[in-house]
Each structure stands twice: as structure tokens, then as C-alpha cells.
């Protein structure tokens, strides 16, 4: 039950972050990735860890803070017994 849970309150960040990244809005985007990265990480759920960290490094990308992406994206892979599609 307590997994269940952490698990929806790292879902919500994302989909807040999601909206508003679709609303231009990077900062607050920003905001709530990384409110869900720190959340995973704290928690030690490996998987939310990876998926935040893939999304935050194709944000990056996308906004051409190319280092930052590679960093996201090293630290996700780093993540051993997780498989994500890109």
C-alpha cells in the first residue's frame, strides 16, 4: 500500500509537470520533475527514478540545455535491474 502511494504521488508531479511543459510554463515544469525525482530517489523506488530522469533529460534536449539532458540521462541509465523504452 505504501508503494501504491508513493507511486501515484510521483504519477501526479509528473502529469503536472507534463501540463505544464505543454503550457510553456518551464519553470513550474521544472519544479515538479524534480519534486518527483527527489520523491523517488527518497523513497528508493528505482523505477520512477529512472522514468523521471528520462523525462527531465528529453526536457533538457528539447530545451537545448544539452549537458543537463546527458546528466539526466547518464543518471537514469546508471539505475541497474530498471528497462525503459525511450
Do not use: N, P
Not at 24 to 34: D, G, I, P, T, V
Not at 55 to 71: F, P, Q, T
Amino acid at each position: 500500500m505504501v508503494f501504491e502511494e508513493a507511486d501515484q504521488q510521483v504519477k501526479l508531479w509528473l502529469q503536472l509537470a507534463h501540463e505544464a511543459y505543454s503550457d510553456k510554463q518551464m519553470l513550474r515544469a521544472l519544479h515538479y520533475f524534480q519534486r518527483a525525482l527527489d520523491y523517488a530517489q527518497e523513497k528508493g523506488h528505482d523505477l520512477d527514478v529512472a522514468l523521471v530522469c528520462r523525462d527531465l533529460g528529453y526536457v533538457c534536449a528539447r530545451e537545448d540545455s544539452l549537458d543537463k539532458a546527458l546528466v539526466y540521462f547518464d543518471q537514469g541509465l546508471a539505475i541497474t535491474g530498471v528497462e525503459l523504452s525511450v
